[in-house]
């Protein structure tokens, strides 16, 4: 097989708090060559746990999962174990979920609906020190390099305890942007706005769009146009 590392079967660790869905890629990847499971995690603490005790070479890491998700996850494996790889395999492709895993140290990028063959591509792929991105993944790149979101010259700090992300929406709304408009340009889904409008209403008392915008020039995060 092309994609194994000098000829050896890689060693894994599959994490993901759903039992059916970890034991379901357990199965998968042992009737596949170039794969061993040698452990599977329902949370990342467990994750970080078998790496210690196992050493394997690649964690196939689910994002959304108890006591610890799987960024901070990577991160520690990445920080404690540098000889383990990750990548993950979620559910999620919206760049809420996207970047703070790359940025963690994850090499490699699926989503769920990936077939064995493509599972098993990348886990070889990030052991071998390249990228392992499934190919929606690979656009969703693209996309954010040929479109950022423009950054305001003179960046103002956070309020009430802010996000950057929150603040980044609060701002939007104040430009009169709605949700769908807001998801579009930030390249995130709907659902995940209003989850950043609802944490931004909690920490600063507001409650609507108007004050959302009235709060927005009031703490200079923008300012009304000139003339």
Known sequence: ???EVQGRTARVVVADDQ?????????LLG?????????????GHEAVRL?????PDVVLMDLRMPRCDGVEATRRIRTEHPGTQVAVLTTYADDESLFPALRAG???????????????????SVLSGDAGLSPSIQRRLLER???????????????????????????LIADGLSNQEIARRLHVS???????????FAKTGLKDRAQAVRYAYAKGLVRPPAG
């Open 51 to 55: 790496v210690a005790e196992l050493a």
């Open 106 to 124: 994850a090499r490699g990028y699926l989503t769920k609906d990936a077939g064995g063959d493509e599972i098993v591509r990348a886990v070889h």
């Open 31 to 43: 009737l596949l060559p170039g794969v061993e499971v040698v452990g599977a995690a329902g949370d």
């Open 145 to 171: 390099l040929s479109d950022p979101v423009p950054q305001s010259a003179e960046p103002v700090e956070a309020p009430d305890g802010l996000t950057g992300r929150e603040t980044e929406v609060l701002v």
């Open 190 to 200: 709907t659902a995940t706005v209003k989850t950043h409008i609802n944490n931004l």
């Open 19 to 27: 039992t059916v869905v970890r034991e379901g890629i357990v199965m």
């Open 1 to 3: 097989m092309t994609e």
